[in-house]
């Protein structure tokens, strides 16, 4: 849930970055730190073992736009996706207000993509959220690579729910789309907020998060 400090003028929104074991939720937060200005975040926080898996969280904090005089601030997450960290996962997601869910298009990953959708969505209705009613995006991430399943068949698999979800072809390791993304559910809250609340009306896309410059052709994603 969103935290307001009238105090200090800030709205902060928590994001967190889900998907299965070895999808690029890391890979992502490491971008955005690399790309956003220094005086627009804080360091980028990682415990990892030495494969570099994640084993508690990546953290992010990002400031973006600033509406009526409120500072908006995202304070980013990944969970380790290893099955065995579901208590960990739970923990992450506690007053989660947006979700980045990060699928790896390998056709051998499908699966564990399905599972984990799943799983998110049961670690949600833990804390009686219905997924439907979080701000949420799909990425289709490591378009990269050449065993990938067709967008076609990740969209029935799994964004063929009751809401259809915004979702986008991403390579996280190059960055493509990853910002497209990111700028995208944070709208969506924004949005969803501003309904909510009387503090203030959101009319600004989240300026401080950039949109990056397309790709050279040789780097983009094949259609
Ligand atoms: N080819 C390719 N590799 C990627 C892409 N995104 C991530 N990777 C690689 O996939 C591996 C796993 O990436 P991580 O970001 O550590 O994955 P994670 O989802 O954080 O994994 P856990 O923390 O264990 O849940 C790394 O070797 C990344 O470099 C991509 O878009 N394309
Ligand atoms: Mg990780």
């Given at each position: 849930?969103?935290?307001?400090?009238?105090?200090?003028?800030?709205?902060?929104?928590?994001?967190?970055?889900?998907?299965?074991?070895?999808?690029?939720?890391t890979?992502?937060?490491?971008?955005?730190?690399?790309?956003?200005?220094?005086?627009?975040?804080?360091?980028?926080?990682s415990l990892a073992t030495a494969a570099d898996r994640t084993l508690f969280f990546d953290?992010?904090?990002?400031?973006?736009?600033?509406?009526?005089?409120?500072?908006?601030?995202?304070?980013?997450?990944?969970?380790p996706?290893q099955?065995?960290y579901?208590?960990t996962?739970?923990?992450?997601?506690?007053?989660?207000?947006?979700?980045?869910?990060?699928?790896?298009?390998?056709?051998?990953?499908?699966?564990?993509?399905?599972?984990?959708?799943?799983?998110?969505?049961?670690?949600?209705?833990?804390?009686?959220?219905?997924?439907?009613?979080?701000?949420?995006?799909?990425?289709?991430?490591?378009?990269?690579?050449?065993?990938?399943?067709?967008?076609?068949?990740?969209?029935?698999?799994?964004?063929?729910?009751?809401?259809?979800?915004?979702?986008?072809?991403?390579?996280?390791?190059?960055?493509?789309?990853?910002?497209?993304?990111?700028?995208?559910?944070?709208?969506?809250?924004?949005?969803?907020?501003?309904?909510?609340?009387?503090?203030?009306?959101?009319?600004?896309?989240?300026?401080?998060?950039?949109?990056?410059?397309?790709?050279?052709?040789?780097?983009?994603?094949?259609?």
């Amino acid at each position: 849930m969103s935290i307001i400090n009238y105090a200090s003028r800030e709205i902060q929104f928590k994001i967190v970055y889900y998907g299965p074991a070895l999808c690029g939720k890391t890979t992502n937060l490491a971008y955005i730190h690399q790309r956003i200005n220094p005086q627009n975040r804080g360091d980028l926080i990682s415990l990892a073992t030495a494969a570099d898996r994640t084993l508690f969280f990546d953290f992010l904090p990002l400031n973006a736009v600033v509406i009526k005089g409120f500072v908006t601030k995202f304070q980013l997450y990944t969970v380790p996706g290893q099955v065995i960290y579901n208590a960990t996962r739970q923990l992450v997601l506690r007053s989660v207000d947006g979700i980045v869910f990060v699928a790896d298009s390998q056709w051998e990953k499908m699966e564990e993509n399905v599972e984990s959708f799943k799983d998110l969505a049961d670690n949600l209705a833990r804390q009686n959220i219905s997924i439907s009613d979080v701000p949420c995006v799909l990425q289709y991430n490591k378009r990269d690579l050449p065993n990938i399943a067709p967008v076609n068949y990740m969209e029935h698999a799994l964004n063929n729910g009751k809401k259809r979800l915004e979702s986008f072809e991403v390579i996280s390791s190059t960055g493509q789309n990853v910002f497209a993304a990111l700028n995208a559910v944070s709208q969506i809250l924004l949005h969803t907020f501003s309904k909510q609340s009387d503090v203030p009306q959101v009319t600004a896309p989240p300026v401080a998060i950039p949109v990056e410059p397309p790709l050279p052709r040789s780097q983009s994603a094949p259609v």
